[in-house]
């Protein structure tokens, strides 16, 4: 699975949008790209993931350029409540594996 | 709330020790994937079972194991423990066999090991 670069940090004012980057140059053209989130010491959350095409859910929308070699995370009105650590994750067929690669993540502070 | 339970919450035990831990997929899905996460060394994969059948392990010590039974939950044993065996561990199920990268994992609550 390719590799991910994500800030380690970013602030966020409440109600704002929270653009969260993450680079994946080496990303080969049958991976995905997954987000999940982790709330202080629960388990992770899947967000969204997506190939090529932008994707939009309840949560989040998932932006990838059009080389594939970046995408961001959008979570539109920001809350307290999402505050913790997001992990993007580059996953493609791995034969009989389907792990997870988790990185560092960006760790998000929400603030009012 | 994911739909993966994991038992017991906590778990405080002393070196040497034997525990097992538990985990009950999400209705229907037939994977299930165990993780670490050790404040050194994040979140990391450990093994992965299909339907009964073991799928892939990552980097599972030889002191542990773990199994899936015909009911689909899954336990994971850990024997001999030392210190830094403390973390937080995590079960993930997902629908479908492995190999499928749009194949969703969802985890569960995790169970907090301590080792004194």
């Known amino acids: 699975d390719a590799k991910t670069t994500q800030p380690p940090s970013m602030d966020c004012a409440e109600g704002r949008a929270a653009n ?11 991976e995905y790209v997954y987000w999940y989130r982790q709330i202080h010491s629960q388990g992770p959350q899947y967000i969204i993931h997506g190939l090529k095409n932008n994707e ?11 080389d594939r070699k970046s995408s961001t995370l959008i979570l539109p009105h920001a809350t307290l409540r999402d505050t913790a650590v ?27 | ?19 097992t831990l538990r985990c009950s997929p999400r209705s229907g899905d037939l994977s299930v994937y165990w993780y670490q996460q050790s404040l050194d060394q994040g979140l990391q994969f ?10 892939a392990k990552g980097n599972i010590l030889e002191r542990f194991s773990a199994q899936q039974f015909p009911d689909l939950h899954s336990e994971l044993n850990l024997s ?12 993930a199920s997902s629908a479908r066999p492995a190999g499928w990268p749009t194949d969703t994992q969802y985890f569960g609550p995790g169970t907090r090991l301590t080792v004194l």
């Open chain 2, 46 to 55: 450990l093994i992965q079972y299909y339907n009964g059948e073991e799928r």
């Open chain 2, 80 to 91: 001999s423990l030392e210190l830094g065996d403390s973390a937080l561990y995590f079960c």
């Open chain 1, 56 to 66: 939009t859910n309840e949560m989040a929308s998932l932006i990838i350029t059009e």
């Open chain 1, 86 to 112: 997001y992990y993007c994750i580059v996953r493609g067929d791995t034969g009989t594996a389907s792990k997870l690669t988790f990185g560092t993540g960006t760790r998000l502070q929400v603030t009012l």
């Open chain 2, 1 to 19: 709330d994911s739909g993966v339970t994991q038992t017991p919450k906590h778990l405080i035990t002393a070196t040497g020790q034997r525990v």
């Open chain 1, 20 to 30: 969260l980057p993450c680079n994946h140059s080496t990303i080969s053209g049958n």
